[in-house]
Structures are given as structure tokens and as C-alpha cells.
């Protein structure tokens, strides 16, 4: 067996990540080897590969990466869940299986799809645990871009530098297709508290059926100038101002839509923004009451819902913040939804 | 002054809310307060106080209660909040204050509409705190009506006539407009834990929104037919079966909405049942998570939102025992949204 780092993938409800180790010059004396590792990342690299959909995060990079005694560059690449059968077929039609009989894999299409990968393109699935994945990754991310990884908003971004025996204890909220919520003892101890199905993948199909907008990005786009407080019942709605017996500012949502009573009373991006607003409103509640039961004071928000979205991030930090009277403390990362893929890499090696 | 009990209101987000004794033979020898008995119970159980839209729940009233003496039935009425200012109006045309200066009010509309019932109506509300007037209110009711008024559903409806002191400490799920979390520890003593604004309100507006249903009654109408499953992705759909390391069985949703790529894909009915089912699961999350935090076995739910609501009571009911392995359970409560109400006018006594 090699030990060459060489492809994570993790598998959602809505996209498919992929992370790699572009290796700079692999000095080998096994001509077999350097073989091996040009032909899959030809594979990876070729966009064809994903159909016509994949897109190469390339302001992720990290340049410089060692893994494994292996120096290169990490990149990542992501498509839709939806193009799996094809990259199955690609990968069936390309001989994938020829120069990699494994592929490691995390999320619940490593399950889903672990029989089409087997028949159709002879390759089976090395399946890694979803949480197991993302804090192996997040661990490994924070080695390698130790500086600029991880921050959080204090008005302007800040970025923290210490290191991830710094963070423990500490909660993950993973923002994907749906929400889970992780406490994290320590590296090898951790647990699933609780989640909810009001995530990414309801914010986006929500807004296609209510704006007309086509998929994530467009409904992004459309909430970045809307306004919820047109389509929410606030506290001062009912109240007439705040509701001082319970610290409830006016401000504070009491009913989200609950004052749309139809469409003409809101633009698009007023409705966009008040998805976005429910949806992050709904997890930060959440989130805070789980750090409160697990005596937890950092929570790092990640998952494909924050990427480029910076309404839910300030909410995020901003609700962290005000109800903990700053005890606790919002964190994100750049690498945001890679860390499963990552992680599914970095446990490969560990086989 | 005099003792009668009279009159109590919740003005919330939604629903006016109007409890009050209708009793049977006021025996006085002081002809002025029989005088304004008859005046008061005219102006009440008169349709016309409410403009057009007055509810009177009558398969709710209570006969043979006591209160401070008087006996009589406990009755319920309730009117959109929207048309308080009416309300407000007719009180004034008709010389309201002239039989009653001091109405007894809880819900946040005792706040809001504080200046125009002074200036219009020439009344002064007396305002009790939202939760204090709940949980008296539910103390009295579970009095007058100990064998009938609480039930859990065990497969078909089994009531429960223990008294308050054997479900001391418990949570409240208040699920109006918006969602309170409050813990009871004993009469006296209880908090808000946390909430939602993902409530009652929200699934009213967005069903409208989606379906083009016109208010709760038409959306709850739409959902008892649908099948949530048609817009929702399971864990199955994701991972193709059961995620076993987390105990997360096939059939339970990841995330609402997402496997809805346009309107086409579902019937309105189908979108209305999800918006519900995404309501209670949600809701369901929240009230587990305290239940474990604040160590309670015993949940009550109650709020409009589960008026002639089958549905998210069987989910609440579900939720409750399978992810607790039958430690919890989900109770509710005829009188559901009234407790306010009640309480604002049990609470008028006392002062």
C-alpha cells in the first residue's frame, strides 16, 4: 500500500466536496507511484470530470501543505449531489478504479451511493464517520493555516490565532442541508446533542418556491437587499415596545412572516431576507441554549449556509453575544463546509 | 369594591382571547351589582362587541364553576387581534367604562393598546405578566376541570386527572403567534427558558404565502391531507437508509423542503403538511433539549397553534417518548390557548 494523500470526499444532502493534495514534485524512485499520482489528479483536475458543474474554490488553496511527508497544495472542488450518478458513470467510463480501487468517504452519500460506485465504476467507498471527518479536518486545517483560519466578527473581522487546544470545550453548529449540533470534549471525544431540519437546503427551496430565485446563490443575492422586519411580527408589533419583565427588546422577532399577510406587503428580497433571518434566528437559539447546557463558551459555526453569507454570520455573532452578556463567542472558519472532505483525507492515511 | 369575577383578556399576536363567568343567579341585596353583572354579561356575550369576526367557543365552557363565591359557566370567545382597535371603538360607543374602569389584561397587547383603551374607551387595563397568567390559569382550570382537561396521546387520547403538584417541575410549550419555553418549578416559581419565532404565525403566513390559503383554519384544512414526505429529504434520502452510529432512523427529516425543486413536485396540501411538520419537529427539538437541561419528564404543550391540531400533537407526542426511550411525554390541554385568559381573570381577584 501507498501512502500517498491523495482525495476526501464528502458526500450531502445538496453538495458534493472534494479535497485534494496537488503534490509539487513528487520525488519517488517508484515509477509506479509517480504514475499513480499524475493520473488522479489529471482525473481531478479535469473539470469534465464533474460534468458541468463542478467549481474549484481556488481562493481556498493552501499552498505549502506538508501531509504525510508529502509537500503540495490543497485544493477543493464542490458540485451538486444531484451530479453523483454522472461522476459515478465518468468515473466508471475513465477506469478510475484502475489507479484508485479506494475512495475515501464521508457524509451520507457514502453510504447512498457506496453499490453504483461498486457496479458501475468498480471502485468501493472507505466510509468515515460525518463528525469524525469534520473535526479530523478542522484540527488538520487549523495546523496548516493557523493564522487565517478561524475568526469572528467584532464589527470587522478578526481573525484568531491560537490553537485548537485552546477552543476545547466547544460546540460545532453544522449548517448544511440541515443542522446538526456537535459537543466537542476533545479530538477523540465528542457527541451529537441535537439539530434541527430547518437548514441550508430549506432556506434555498423555501425562496425558489416563494422569490422565483434558482438555487443558493441567486436567493443569497436576493436577501443581501432585503429587509425581514417587513415580513416579521416583532416584539414592539405586539407589544408596542419591549417586554421588559423578560429582557425582550422590541427589536427581537416574536413571529417570523407573521406580519406578511400577502405577497404585495414585501419585495422578494424582503422575503429572502426574512428566510434568512428565521432560519439563523431558529439555529443561534438553539446554539445558545446547548452552550449553556454544556458550559461551553465558543461555538464555531460551519457548513456550506455560511459560505458568502455574511447576514447570517453577523446575526450569528451578533444573538452569541447579546444573550450570553459576552460570555459566549461566535467563531467561523474559511474552509467553512471542506472540513468533512478534508477530514475523510487526513483519516485515509490513518488506515 | 366589588369581588365579582368578570372579565379576563389575552391579547397576543394573533388572537384576542376573552374568558368570562356567566353567572347564574347573582343573589344580592345590592341591586347595583346585579345591575352591572347584567350589564357586563350583555356587553360580552353580545356578538356585535366584536365586529364580525367573534368566536364563541362553546365546546369549551365550563359549567357549575366556582369562583370567589359566585357560581356559574366559564366561557370562551376570542377575535383577531387586528381588530382590537375596533373592540376598542365599540367599548367606547357603548359606554363600557361606565360599568367597568379597570380591565383585567394579559398578552402584549395590554401594553399596546394601553393608550387607545384609556383615550377611546375611557378604560384602564390592569396588566398581568404573560406567564404568571398562564400558569395561574392552568392552576385554576386543572381545579374546575380536574378529570377532563389534560390528555397525552398514547395512540388514541387517554385523559389524566392527577393534580398540578404531581407535574411539578415541568416545561410549557407555549405555541402562539411566537414560541415560549417556560419552566415550572412550583406556582410561584418558573422562567422562560428560551423560544422560537418560528410559531404559529409563521406557518399561518406562509402557507397563505404558498398555498394561497386564507388564514389557520384553510392552511390547517390543506395539511391534514398532505404528505410532508413529497417536499421533504430524509436521513434515507441522504444516506440511503438508517445513520446508525447516531440512532437517526431513515424516515426522519434532514431537512424541510429540500427535496422540492418547484411547486410542481407537490400539492398544496403536500407544502401545507410540511410547513406544519416542520413547525412541530422543530418545535419538538427545542422542548426535548430543555426537558433534558432542566431535568423535566413532563412537557406540556398548549398555545392556538394546536387548536384542531391532530397533526403536530401525534408528532409532539411521538417526539417526546422516541427520542427520550419513554422517559418524557407530551401532555396537552383542552383549553389550550385560554389559559391566559383565565388567569388574567383568576389573577384580578387577588389584587
New interface residues.
Partial sequence: MHNLPLVGLDI???LVKLAYLDIYNLDSSDPKLVKLSNDIHHFVKNPRTYGKTGVFDNYLTIENVELNGYKGSLKFIRFPSSDMPLFIKICGQRHFSTFLETIHVT???A????NEMEQIASCSLSKH?E?KSLISGLEYIKIVNPLNEMYYLNKSYESCNWSMEDLYPYLIINIG??VSVIHVISRNQFE???????????F???C???TGSKGFDQAMQLAETGESQN???L?S?????N?D??NLPGDV???????????SHASKND?ANGLLT?IA??IG??A???A??KQCNNILFCGNFLRENNIAKEKLSYAMDYWSKGEKRAYFAQHNGYFGAIGSMVLSLTQ
Avoid at 451529537?192 to 430549506?202: A, L, M
Avoid at 408589533?237 to 415596545?241: C, R, T, V
Avoid at 422577532?253 to 405577497?263: C, M
Wanted: net charge positive; hydrophobic share 35%.
Fill in positions: 450531502g444532502g445538496t457524509g451520507g452519500g453510504f447512498k451511493y457506496n464517520d463528525f442541508t440541515g451529537r446533542v441535537t439539530g434541527t431540519s430547518i437548514g441550508g437546503g430549506t434555498t427551496s423555501l425558489n418556491l416563494l415580513v416579521d411580527l416584539v408589533d405586539i407589544y408596542g415596545g417586554y419583565l423578560f422577532v416574536a413571529s417570523s412572516f407573521a406580519k406578511l399577510k400577502d405577497k422575503i428565521m434566528n431558529n437559539s438553539i445558545l441554549m446547548c449553556f447546557t
